[in-house]
């Protein structure tokens, strides 16, 4: 750990979330009770039976000890995935020891699943990340990135084969649960295909103080006992790092991109990467939050000034079709966010690899930018793709 040793910094983060928290919600359960360094609330995810902490573990661990540290501290739910080069490896290291007590969110390698993918190929599939996660089950298995147009149209999750799978996995008991997981531009429209074909257990949506829109969706889970589960929580995640006027502060922005998503209860639970021991006391500093303070308020005006001129909102697709050159606008200033504000430049680099020459941002030079006036963030889009150009392209 970097500078404040661990229990300090524990202490520092719990004290400011005590003074923030105004009044306890749902009581924890006895064997976790209030501690400097725990899970505080436990919801009930959807209709699994599981009760979740309101605050669950992304990937981002190269550490095995972290993530004991994790679950030592009443994290109880684990988002991987195929994607996720080495993490289902990594869990696996410590999973045997934890099985019962933690719920296992996997997710099949987008490009895999497709309008023609087999049954059996899923089957392998699963059986592979079943064995790198060192475990014959999963508690949920979902369909990654849909609504992205990258992998396909509605078609994609149209096809008989998932749902066969799913059934068979449930069936052979590898797998529990089903669901679905999207930050794309048809996130919305995909996301309600599945709820109102009864296809999802849970699902796990981009989401945050600065994006809208998702409302609706999350009222229809919610009264069919979906599960709700938000990433994409921290809008541009180092944000304060990068802002002068929050740079002195005790606590910080991402807490307060955090406790905004748990004090609004439409999630029954978030998930967010814990890298380090750091980043686990920090975010279950704010666990148990029902309400904003003043203070959270304040940080959140700041982020907004600082971060929602330049912030391509997960799951909006305003702009989507509005390129007459097809350039993938939302993906690329993902990528260009993963480059400047994740510290992710390699994996950045190799997506923005992926996008085809002919629909990257050299088609903007001369446009009349229709993207721009289509974006109701009012993002300077054609400048902002232009820079991620030049970040993300290998020289
Ligand atoms: S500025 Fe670029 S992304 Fe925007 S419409 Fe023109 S070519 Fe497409
Ligand atoms: S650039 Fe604007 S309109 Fe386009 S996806 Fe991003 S936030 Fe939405």
Redesign the pocket.
């Known amino acids: 750990m970097k500078g404040m040793n661990r229990r300090g910094f524990v202490r520092a983060s719990a004290a400011v979330a005590a003074a923030a928290m105004t009044r306890p919600a749902i009581a924890a359960p006895a064997q976790d009770a209030p501690d400097s360094g725990r899970v505080r609330r436990f919801k009930p995810l959807g209709k699994t039976g599981w009760r979740v902490g309101d605050v669950s573990a992304g990937s981002g661990q190269r550490d095995p000890a972290v993530l004991n540290y994790i679950f030592e501290s009443g994290i109880n739910l684990i988002d991987t995935g195929f994607q996720y080069a080495g993490h289902e490896e990594l869990v696996g290291k410590v999973l045997p020891k934890w099985r019962d007590k933690v719920f296992v969110l996997d997710k099949w390698d987008p490009p895999l699943v497709t309008a023609t993918v087999t049954k059996s190929a899923l089957l392998e599939a699963l059986d592979v990340s079943l064995q790198r996660l060192n475990t014959t089950y999963v508690d949920c298995m979902m369909l990654h990135s849909i609504g992205h147009p990258r992998y396909g149209g509605l078609e994609r999750i149209q096809n008989p084969a998932i749902y066969e799978a799913w059934d068979e996995a449930k069936r052979l008991g590898k797998v529990r649960f089903t669901g679905a997981s999207s930050h794309g531009?048809r996130m919305i429209e995909d996301m309600n295909w599945g709820l109102d074909n009864n296809r999802f257990d849970l699902i796990l949506i981009g989401a945050n103080f600065l994006t809208h829109g998702a409302e609706p969706l999350l009222k229809k889970a919610r009264a069919k006992g979906v599960g709700t589960i938000a990433m994409k929580t921290m809008t541009t995640y180092k944000s304060d790092l990068n802002i002068q006027a929050l740079q002195n502060e005790q606590t910080n922005a991402r807490q307060a991109c955090l406790k905004w998503i748990l004090a609004s209860d439409l999630f029954d639970t978030l998930v967010v990467s814990m890298p380090n021991y750091d980043r686990v006391a920090e975010y279950l500093a704010v666990s148990g939050t029902t309400s904003l303070t003043a203070r959270d308020e304040r940080y959140l005006r700041t982020v907004a000034a600082a971060v929602g001129p330049r912030?391509?909102?997960p799951g909006?697709?305003?702009?989507?079709g509005a390129c007459p050159h097809g350039v993938p606008?939302?993906d690329i200033?993902r990528y260009k966010m993963y480059f400047e504000d994740y510290g992710e430049e390699k994996f950045a680099m190799q997506r923005y690899g992926l996008v085809p020459a002919s629909t990257r941002p050299s088609r903007c030079a001369g446009c009349a930018a229709p993207?721009e006036a289509?974006?109701?963030?009012g993002?300077r889009?054609r400048e902002?793709l232009s820079e991620a150009d030049r970040q993300l392209r290998f020289a």
Request: glycine content about 4%.
């Open positions: 531009v912030y391509c909102r909006c697709g305003a702009c989507h606008v939302a200033l993207c289509a974006c109701p963030y993002l889009v902002r």
